[in-house]
């Protein structure tokens, strides 16, 4: 334990003395250098994991835990396979699908779409889609009605809003002397909704079952089966009693088949970033180490002093160490401080780097997500406070032990 006295010499290090101005700047650098790589590896950690979060709930949100799809594209047995699979222990929701890529033309514009037919209560019961319509109303999605909700995305490209009657493009049309001609039917928005990921915002048709089972023909068979699980970590072996019984007609994909290269792509940016900006931190460690360096060789005469009246090598050696690691402690308070000011206000930040530079920093052609997110981990906070104040402790090691290996008698010998 460090005493009163070695506390009191420790802060009077901490200040500059006569002639100590110079030594006092890279102390100075070294603190603002530590806050900076602690706020930038809370930011930075903190965005990876939000838009791990975001994208991992709005993703599964929209399309579950696991499909079970039919072969061509057709499940006619869905209704006895579907309660089978809601008995499974860990399963809480298996959910009839119909999906399928087509195309939306209106005023002149065609896009590419996929129409995803689901039960008008299960449309409801999705809560990224229901919890984000920013115009029009569920309620208009009526079997039989000739309605639809189309992503916000894909509203922007066409020009359309709700009321207006888009029309739906199927290749499976009437045979003709002449081929096949396409099937042409219409549609009118009845909601606009935004996911917040731009691929399905700029995809999605969203209709009820019915509408989409007469627009495919497909009678009364379903696409798939979307499966719900109470741990989608652990999906594989809550699906594995099902999967012979799943072989006669489908097979079953889980979200680690359909997403897999972008979630373990995701990891690896998050290590690496992680490792990358601990540089910042080890820099600024190093300017600690010389900081303290250039102090006990401006400090030698006090030292030695010290030392004829009774302070032991360990006392002195606590002393240094206590001044590098202030340092460092104070570092860490500032960057904690600044980490989350730069995550409170990251969107007005972006934006503001955006209008300067007349860049656009956040596009969610490319990014998927519509906003920046941020997730902080407790843990990640405390894991990046310690490592710092482990590494502001190592770097006090040789000063501190340079200071006590003075010797008296050679320092005062001429005074």
Do not use: C
């Amino acid at each position: 334990m460090i005493t009163r006295y070695e506390r009191m010499i420790a802060g009077r290090y901490l200040l500059p003395g006569r002639g100590e101005g110079f030594i006092f700047l890279v102390a100075s650098i070294s603190l603002v250098a530590v806050a900076l790589g602690v706020a930038a590896l809370i930011a930075v950690m903190s965005v990876m994991n939000g838009f791990r979060a975001e994208l991992f709930d709005r993703i599964l949100g929209l399309n579950g835990h696991a499909v079970i799809q039919g072969y061509g594209g057709k499940l006619a047995d869905w209704a006895p396979l579907s309660a089978q699979v809601r008995k499974l222990p860990g399963v809480t929701r298996a959910t009839p699908l119909i999906e399928q890529p087509l195309m939306a033309s209106f005023g002149g514009r065609v896009q590419g779409v996929i129409v995803r037919g689901m039960t008008v209560g299960d449309i409801g019961a999705t809560k990224v889609i229901a919890g984000n319509v920013k115009r029009g109303s569920l309620a208009g999605l009526v079997p039989g009605s000739n309605t639809v909700a189309i992503g916000a995305r894909l509203a922007e490209a066409l020009g359309s809003q709700v009321g207006d009657t888009i029309s739906l493009i199927s290749p499976d049309g009437a045979v003709t002397p002449f081929g096949s001609v396409p099937r042409i039917v219409a549609y009118r928005v009845a909601a606009i909704f935004e996911v917040g990921i731009y691929d399905y915002d700029k995809a999605f048709v969203v209709m009820p079952m019915a509408n989409a089972q007469t627009l495919l023909r497909l009678g009364d068979a379903v696409s798939m089966i979307e499966v719900v699980t109470t741990d989608p970590d652990r999906v594989d072996p809550i699906l594995a009693p099902i999967k012979a019984r799943v072989a006669r007609s489908g097979v079953i994909a889980t979200w680690r088949d359909t997403n897999a290269s972008l979630f373990e792509a995701l990891v690896v940016e998050k290590t690496v970033m992680f490792w990358v900006l601990s540089i910042i931190i080890l820099v600024a460690v190093f300017n600690i180490l010389s900081s303290l360096i250039m102090l006990v060789r401006a400090k030698t005469r006090d030292i030695a002093i010290l030392r004829t009246m009774g302070a032991s090598r360990a006392a002195l050696m606590r002393v240094f160490m206590t001044v590098g690691t202030l340092i460092g402690a104070l570092g860490v308070v500032a960057g904690l401080a600044l980490g989350f000011a730069l995550l409170f206000w990251r969107e007005d930040i972006v934006s503001g780097v955006s209008k300067m530079t007349g860049q656009t920093l956040w596009d969610p052609s490319v990014r998927y997500l519509t906003d920046l997110p941020s997730q902080t981990d407790p843990m990640q906070v405390a894991g990046i406070v310690a490592l710092t104040l482990l590494l502001s402790f190592l770097a006090t090691l040789f000063p501190a032990w340079k200071a006590a290996s003075t010797d008296p008698v050679t320092v005062l010998r001429y005074e």
